[in-house]
């Protein structure tokens, strides 16, 4: 049994990484962590933990947690996983790893270093579809890859209105953007099917030096992007392209269309309001409807549910990479290469010219 921590308990993670957790088999909480002790013990019995902090080195160094999650804003996720290292445990961070490419990297390589295994929850990386496709196109089903296309929407960043409460996302200094969210949710996914991009040119618009936050009528300023433009070549010489767009309301969709060399194969969305990393997807080869084979699905959850589906299939792998004594499939190798790409996203938009990827 895996002995869970999750520091952050009473935000995102109360949707997804707990519920998760507490579903699996081979998973146990035991403790949870929060800003004040009021909520923390709010938490710990919503979700049967035995222990609650109000301090996450506290937390990491309980001898009955063998795994920490960090769940935290992204500014606060380098601390608590160091103290995680620190303590020998193994360690799952939110995405993004943290807000800097060069702090990825040493954390990276800090996680090797304490021989724990470590993972961020990139969960598209772990839907059942986009493993169905990636096999489709290791099993030649359209020939040799020539070229993907993604097109997808991030709202509610990077639209002229941001929900109360999200004003930090208009600072790069939150790491919480339509680049570094979205973006690279959904870059990650897509690299999971098709290999890693190599080299990119990029634009970044910003079309809204303040933004409005809903239900104030108070503007803020804003440094972030609005929209995600690139181009670029995947390894093995395929092209690429993605375009993700900011917006004020709920995602109203996604496209992946791949070309080979013997026909092309879409993805869409099942249904509306859903982002590609938390939901199920309409397959067609050629034009024909391709069903994801049941052996897939090997999660509790109805990817209807939201997010909380793909995040336990993450666990799922956690969960065996711990028992297996090996490295996690999306380890914190893979996410500071995701950095890597974003910041040479951004190095292409500023100077328009092409970026390699490190």
Known sequence: MIRAGVVGASGWAAGSHLPALTALDGYEVTAVATTNMTSAHKAAAEHDAR??????????????????????????????IRAALEAGKHVVSEWPLTVDPAEADELARAASEAGVVNAVCLQGRHSPDALFVRDLLAAGRIGRLESAVLVAAGDPLGGAVIPAGMEWSTDPAGGTTVLTIM???????????TGPLVEVSARLPRRHD????????????????????????????ATASAVVHGGSGSPDGFLIKLVGSEGSLTVAPTRPG?????????????GEPVEVPASYRTVP????????????????EVGRAISEGRPAATDFPTAARLHRLLAAVERAAASGGTEEVA
């Open 51 to 80: 222990l609650a902090f109000d301090d996450a080195g506290e937390l990491a160094a309980h001898p009955d947690v063998d795994l920490v999650v960090v769940s935290v804003k992204a500014p606060g996720h380098a601390a608590v």
């Open 183 to 193: 973006a690279g949710h959904f870059l990650a996914t897509l690299d999971r099917i």
């Open 210 to 237: 303040e933004v409005t936050v809903a239900g104030t009528g108070r503007t803020v300023p804003n440094r972030v992007p609005s929209q995600v433009l690139l181009q670029g070549t995947l390894d093995g010489g």
């Open 274 to 286: 859903a982002y590609l990393h938390w939901t199920d997807w309409d397959i067609r080869l050629g």
């Open 301 to 316: 959850f109805d990817p209807a549910g939201g997010p909380v589906a793909n995040v336990a299939a993450f666990y799922q």
